[in-house]
């Protein structure tokens, strides 16, 4: 049996061997679970002024990297070097509290960076966090006097934070300089580089099997007897020793060539996520009529007023956001919109599927195949496309979900409610306990969906790529936002004369009375619509329109 020896830190390192600006250096770390090489990586510094953002599947060993490097995880091989202080600031955090978990994870953040440490280490820091409490965080973090090392699955974060990546694959770890954005891109391009050398590969292989098809079928031709041939010919070239002679030389070029072919350096083809062409219910007969209807609607909690009365109307095919910071009632919202309370008039057209980080709808004891498909009447084809797309592979899908990680049995869930006979899709925090692949999945899932979707989410990011339009609640107002996330950020409010203002409602009135038509064609508001029709052609009259 091998002699493991376990290194732990030292910080006894004189400044002169590294210089003023290295602080840490990690060699030859070996890390294994259950006899599994989880991590092996070669070599890592940090230095002064080093933001490094750690990025990686679930499970890959980005949070055991970070307890190695400050010393929280003691069974590895390796050595570690560093001078100075280390702070970790860990994802689990003690939860046996009054507090909120955003309360919880700012009292971990305050107290790590009031005892300035040399490096800070921070597993998934804004987590629970809202955008007011992110951008503090970010702020304080700019002001490092140090170097930085965050595992996030927060792309904006990371893009605002870091100067490096540091990207956690099959145990190796690899760098890369610049922010997340700058990452990606040069994943990119090493995405290109590989559909080109297989592409290469391609026509070099078949080129070679064509030059070997050719010299064995020369080679077979060799050992016939020569046709049209007289004595005197035959006697020429020898007869049979010339056409045996003949006959090896094709073969053992046929070889060389069959040499070349088995030495060629495959290249795997890239990976495409298939399409997923999905129908959803009621979608001819929705089109892009109003859907649901909040009316003079309320957000109490007791006598505390989180918003007051407030109207918007929300259209099949919608992708809206909602915004907020923590407590001011987004979710309250949400379930007002599920139990379909006074206030908010749902169409009879819509089928509602929502998802929680309560994950009670999954069978804990069946597979992921089976609990997804309990509740979804698509295709198997369609629904193994669907588990690919997360990264369910081949025979992934039976396992059973009491066997996975956290964050798949989040996407196993997502997958279920997506995959049900629905339309429209409520979603409360989706990408929290997510990792980067399995969110920008998800974003690319509900981008092709072609039903409503309607979420809560912190991760900016995630609402800048889904979101067409943006509920925000706010000093006690919820408001509805015409607009993607980008428009709403620098949307500057204009000062309406009283003529516009009446026009607005005119407008607005006209749209509700137009959609009410749409389900029910009632004569009355027939005669509601010619009036507004009338009234708004008056005021564009006056307006010289």
């Known amino acids: 049996m091998v002699d493991r020896k376990v290194y732990k830190l030292s910080f006894q390192i004189k400044k002169n061997k ?14 294994e679970v259950k006899g599994k090489e989880l991590l092996n990586v070669k070599q890592l510094q940090i230095q002064k002024g080093d933001f490094i953002g750690v990025v990686g599947k679930n499970g890959s060993g980005k949070t055991s990297l970070v307890n190695i490097l400050t010393s929280n995880e003691k069974n590895f091989t390796g050595t ?15 939860t046996n509290t009054t507090k909120s978990g955003g309360e919880v994870t700012q009292s971990y953040i305050n107290g790590a960076i009031a005892r300035k440490a040399d490096i800070l280490f921070a597993d998934e820091p804004t987590t629970n966090l809202d955008k007011e409490h992110i951008e503090n965080l970010e702020s304080h973090l700019k002001r490092w006097n140090g170097a930085v090392v965050i595992v996030s699955h927060d792309r904006a974060f990371l893009d605002s934070i870091c100067n490096k990546i540091w990207e956690v694959k099959d145990g190796n770890v690899t760098t890369y300089n610049g922010n997340y954005t ?3 891109q040069q994943k990119e391009l090493e995405t290109q580089k590989q559909e080109e050398d297989y592409n290469n590969y391609i026509i070099k292989k078949r080129q070679l099997e064509h030059a070997l098809d050719l010299k064995k079928k020369k080679a077979a031709r060799a050992t016939k007897n020569p046709k049209n041939k007289n004595d005197s010919d035959a006697n020429l070239k020898g007869g049979k020793p010339y056409f045996a002679k003949k006959q090896k030389k094709l073969e053992t070029a046929a070889n060389a060539i069959k040499t070349r072919l088995e030495k060629l350096d495959k290249v795997e083809k890239v990976k495409e996520a298939p399409a997923l062409n999905m129908d959803v219910i009621n979608e001819e007969l929705l089109g892009n009529k109003v859907i649901i209807r909040v009316e003079e609607l309320e ?3 007791g006598k505390r007023v989180l918003w007051e009365k407030t109207r918007f109307y929300i259209h099949a095919g919608d992708k809206i956001g909602i915004i907020g910071n923590n407590g001011v009632g987004k979710t309250t919202f949400i379930r007002k919109l599920i139990s379909d309370e006074k206030g908010i008039e749902v169409s009879p057209a819509v089928k509602i599927g929502y998802f929680s980080q309560n994950l009670d709808i999954l069978d804990q004891e069946k597979t992921i195949l089976e609990n997804v498909t309990a509740t979804s ?28 990680s956290g964050g798949e049995r989040v996407k196993i869930a997502f997958a279920k409610i997506f995959l049900s006979d629905i339309n429209t899709l409520i979603l409360d925090e989706p990408t929290n306990y997510l990792d980067v692949d399995a969110v920008e999945a998800l974003e690319s899932l509900i981008k092709e969906y072609k039903g409503t979707v309607i979420f809560v989410s912190h991760d900016r990011r995630f609402i800048e790529k889904i979101a067409s339009k943006i509920i925000t609640i ?14 709403y950020l620098s ?17 607005t009135k006209l749209s509700e009375v137009l959609s009410r038509l749409s389900i029910n064609p009632d ?6 619509f010619q009036k507004l029709l009338e009234l708004k052609k008056k005021y564009r009259r006056e307006e010289g329109v």
């Open 474 to 487: 706010e000093n006690q107002k919820m408001k509805f936002f015409e607009g993607d996330y980008q428009s």
């Open 491 to 507: 949307y500057q409010p204009t000062v309406l004369d009283e003529t516009e203002q009446d026009l607005m409602v005119i407008e």
């Open 299 to 301: 957000g109490k909690i």
């Open 80 to 94: 570690i070097h560093s001078e100075g202080k280390l702070e970790l600031l860990p994802q689990l955090k003690n």
């Open 523 to 528: 004569p009355e508001l027939e005669k509601d």
């Open 377 to 404: 009447s698509q295709e198997l084809s369609l629904v193994r496309t669907m588990l690919a797309r997360l990264h369910f592979f081949q025979d992934d899908v039976y396992k059973k979900v009491n066997v996975i």
């Open 18 to 31: 590294w210089g003023e600006n290295m602080l840490l250096e990690a060699q030859e770390i070996k890390y």
């Open 182 to 184: 700058s990452y990606r």
